[in-house]
């Protein structure tokens, strides 16, 4: 049976997965000082196509000897981008204004913080 530890950590990687799949319903894209301007169809296309190297990379790195690393720095990650939802939950662009994409973000949030605490207690 997996540690606690591990489902957690499980459980955020989930929570992070579920939201890029909604960043993508939401046009998250429009919130990207680079992606903002583009059409719609093509910054959708490029923004869903820059998830394959992110999604393999992570992958391949939790499946490496690096894995330790690879958790702290995505916990740190999830954690700042929790935060930056925070941040522009005003955005006038912002589509995560609802509860569904809320019990998505914040959570990932949370959940990766504890993960860090509990990789720094072992």
């Known amino acids: 049976m997996p540690d606690l530890s591990l489902v957690i950590f ?3 990687l989930s929570l992070f997965l579920l939201h890029e799949m909604d ?3 939401r ?3 429009r919130l ?3 992606l903002k301007d583009m059409e719609d169809s093509k ?3 490029v923004f869903t196509f820059i998830h394959l190297p992110l999604y393999t990379m992570i992958l391949y790195l939790l499946f490496s000897k690096y894995q330790t690393v690879t958790f702290w720095v995505l916990d740190v990650f999830f954690i700042i981008h929790t935060v930056l939802h ?3 939950e005003k955005h006038p662009r912002n589509g995560f ?3 569904f994409s809320r ?3 914040y959570p990932m949030g949370v959940l990766a913080a504890i993960h860090l605490v509990l990789l720094f207690n072992n």
């Open 23 to 25: 960043a993508i319903r």
């Open 43 to 45: 910054a959708y296309k």
């Open 10 to 12: 499980l459980i955020t």
């Open 103 to 105: 019990t998505i973000i």
């Open 86 to 88: 925070l941040l522009f």
């Open 27 to 29: 046009s998250e894209w």
């Open 97 to 99: 204004k609802n509860i």
């Open 32 to 34: 990207f000082i680079v």
